[in-house]
């Protein structure tokens, strides 16, 4: 009788994670959809509202922060729509030269970005502004390393 109620407990518990995993998996997916619909100003309005809050923006840096923002946000916009197949194609890889030249024209806007931020921004501001993007960065590192000790255990 024993066993019989561990066995049961057992499958009870391995059933309740497998549902959560599809449930973390669903909401990924949903949040890249609604970014996806999202309208450039819409984008901006987020984006240079939660920098408002954090760097306590006074109007006019929050107006100039939301124009800065939703430049690149078009932008984006542009080249996804630019890189993305047309009806009924299926969609390639692109190739290093085409890799190589997105990777340079995402890194001058980043550039771009960071000396305008510098421009509107006080020294206070700034500061902290830099501060916010690292802890970014280093979130990615992790979640990189962690799926190359994946790769790597399973050769």
Do not use: C, W
């Not at 946000?73 to 542009?78: I, L």
């Not at 501060?131 to 390393?145: D, T, Y």
């Amino acid at each position: 009788m024993k066993k019989l109620v561990i066995i049961a407990l057992a499958l009870v518990t391995l059933n309740g994670f497998a549902q959560k995993k599809e449930h973390r998996k669903m909401d990924r997916n949903n949040t890249s959809e609604l970014r996806q619909d999202m309208n450039p100003n819409d984008i901006a309005d987020l984006k240079s509202k939660k920098l408002t809050l954090k760097l306590d923006l006074t109007d006019a840096q929050q107006k100039k922060v939301h124009k800065l923002i939703l430049d690149q946000a078009e932008t984006r916009q542009a080249a996804r729509k630019a890189n993305k197949p047309a009806d009924g194609e299926k969609r390639e890889r692109p190739s290093k030269e085409d890799m190589l030249q997105r990777q340079n024209l995402r890194l001058d806007a980043q550039i771009e970005m960071k000396r305008e931020m510098k421009t509107i921004l006080t020294a206070e501001q700034y500061a902290k502004f830099e501060k916010m993007k690292p802890r970014e960065h280093k979130k990615r590192g992790k979640r990189g390393e962690n799926q190359e000790r994946k790769h790597n255990k399973r050769d």
